[in-house]
């Protein structure tokens, strides 16, 4: 008899703790797949937006997550028009896909200047307040980037729900809500 590599999947008490520690590991593990979720926006136009990012929280507890931007990004008017956003994670050996819907907080300034101090020099390039991300330009490199704390955006997503699909031996998906305290729900897959 084979044992079940994945027995948290099994009750969903232990399915909402491993997510969560999934999406802890790429905040602490630059190798894990939830270090680089895709965040999906809703356009300007209506029309949806996705893009790779790097997850630098997950906090179990207050159900939160914290990302980087360049608050010039196109994400960012985006976030300002609907504060509603979806995560996705897709855990190859946890068989595990993770669907989040938040809803996003933006802060800039001095609420960030602390977090601004510890990113490392190299990193503060990608906040930069002499090339807008997303502008035209005449040739592939015909742009400078100056680090600009008044260009560094913290997106705080508040989970709302999260959406779990476990591929195992048998297939399981489950639904939680912040409205019933994360109690869960299994749905079909
Ligand atoms: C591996 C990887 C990691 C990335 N991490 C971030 C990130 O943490 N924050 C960010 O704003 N953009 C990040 N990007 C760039 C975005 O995917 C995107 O190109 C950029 O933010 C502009 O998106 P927008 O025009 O939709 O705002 C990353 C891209 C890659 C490929």
């Known amino acids: ?17 491993h997510l969560w520690a999934r999406l802890s590991r790429g905040v602490h593990d630059r190798h894990a797949p939830a270090r680089h979720p895709t965040l999906a926006t809703v356009g300007t136009d209506g029309l949806p937006q996705a893009r790779t990012v790097v997850l630098r929280a997950a906090n179990a507890h207050t159900g ?33 896909q993770i669907r989040i ?23 503060r390039y990608a906040y930069s307040s002499t090339a807008t991300p ?11 980037k100056t680090p600009d704390p008044a ?7 508040t989970v709302r729900a999260i959406d779990a699909l476990h591929l195992g031996p048998d297939h399981r998906r489950a639904r939680f809500e912040r409205a019933d305290d994360w109690a869960g729900q299994w749905l079909v897959p």
């Open 64 to 96: 939160t997550l914290h990302l980087y931007t360049d608050r010039q990004s196109a994400k960012v008017a985006e976030l300002q028009a609907n504060p509603l956003a979806a995560l996705h994670v897709w855990d190859p050996s946890a068989h595990l």
């Open 134 to 144: 997303g502008r035209p330009i005449p040739e592939a490199l015909a742009y400078t």
């Open 1 to 17: 008899m084979t044992t079940d590599p994945h027995p948290w999947a099994a009750e969903l008490g232990s399915l909402h703790a």
């Open 101 to 123: 819907e938040a809803q996003v907080a933006i802060q800039t300034g001095a609420d960030v200047a602390n977090t601004w101090a510890r990113i490392p020099e190299p990193s």
């Open 151 to 157: 260009s560094f955006a913290l997106l705080c997503l």
